[in-house]
């Protein structure tokens, strides 16, 4: 028998989401060696985050001068398809393919593409009220964040059942914000934790409504416990 693929199980969205990130990098590296793009390539990263990329200055032109125009709305969701580097690549783009095959297989697809999408922007949302710079927003670590609020939830409600300790299932995210803490420590940080942070916390509680059962499970589970 032929062995199957480990790419067929993975959720074709999940997949497209993967090979966007990588594609764009693909194309930035590619114009850096002067393949594609010419003398200018080597400049399409840093006009990619001029024109797709996220920053507080987007957020006040929405809400403080009305601008809804899809250039400025779209900020809110493209800035994770930016990375900065080869390593940001690499981690997000394979902790998109396994949270995303947990989170499709107990969620579905198309919750995972709009955990995707609501986590960027709440994060986008939140960095913007917060952080007092012009400093750029980019990057996918805010929605991988949230697909790991997402796991998180999943495996809180699964340890429940099981009458296992459920702080267990906040290892991950706890090992993650230890891991940035000591790279932070030696290279430096930024304030794009902060919109990281928003996506885990809005993943998990998005999770409450998209789980099986959604919130009236939740409830009842609540419920039984008191």
Same mark, same amino acid.
């Given at each position: ?21 990588? $594609?764009?990098?693909? &194309?930035?590296? =590619?114009?850096?060696?002067?393949? *594609?793009? +010419?003398?200018?390539?080597? %400049?399409?990263? !840093? ?60 969620? $579905?697809?198309?919750? &995972?593409?709009? =955990?995707?999408?609501?986590?960027? *922007?709440? +994060?986008?949302?939140?960095? %913007?009220?917060? !952080? ?80 099986? %059962? ?13």
């Amino acid at each position: 028998m032929k062995p199957e693929s480990p790419f067929n199980a993975l959720p074709p969205l999940v997949v497209a989401l993967a090979l966007v990130i990588l $594609g764009i990098e693909a &194309v930035f590296q =590619l114009a850096n060696y002067g393949i *594609i793009g +010419g003398p200018r390539g080597v %400049g399409w990263r !840093v006009a990619a985050i001029e024109q797709f990329g996220f920053s507080p200055a987007v957020l006040d032109r929405v809400l403080v001068s009305d601008d809804y125009s899809f250039e400025m709305l779209r900020r809110f969701v493209t800035y994770t398809f930016i990375q900065v580097q080869l390593i940001q690549v690499a981690f997000c783009s394979a902790l998109i393919l396994a949270l995303g095959k947990f989170t499709a297989e107990y969620y $579905g697809s198309l919750k &995972v593409l709009f =955990l995707y999408l609501a986590t960027s *922007i709440a +994060g986008a949302v939140v960095f %913007g009220l917060i !952080v007092d710079s012009r400093y750029p927003l980019v990057g996918a670590f805010t929605p991988v964040y949230g697909l790991i609020g997402a796991y998180t939830y999943a495996l809180w409600l699964r340890l429940g059942e099981a009458g296992q300790n459920q702080i267990m299932a906040f290892r991950l995210i706890g090992f993650l914000l230890m891991i940035q803490l000591i790279f932070g420590l030696i290279f430096g940080g930024n304030s794009q934790w902060i919109s990281e942070l928003t996506g885990f916390f809005a993943g998990f509680f998005l999770s409450t409504i998209l789980a099986p %059962g959604g919130w009236a499970s939740l409830v009842r589970r609540l419920r039984q416990r008191s």
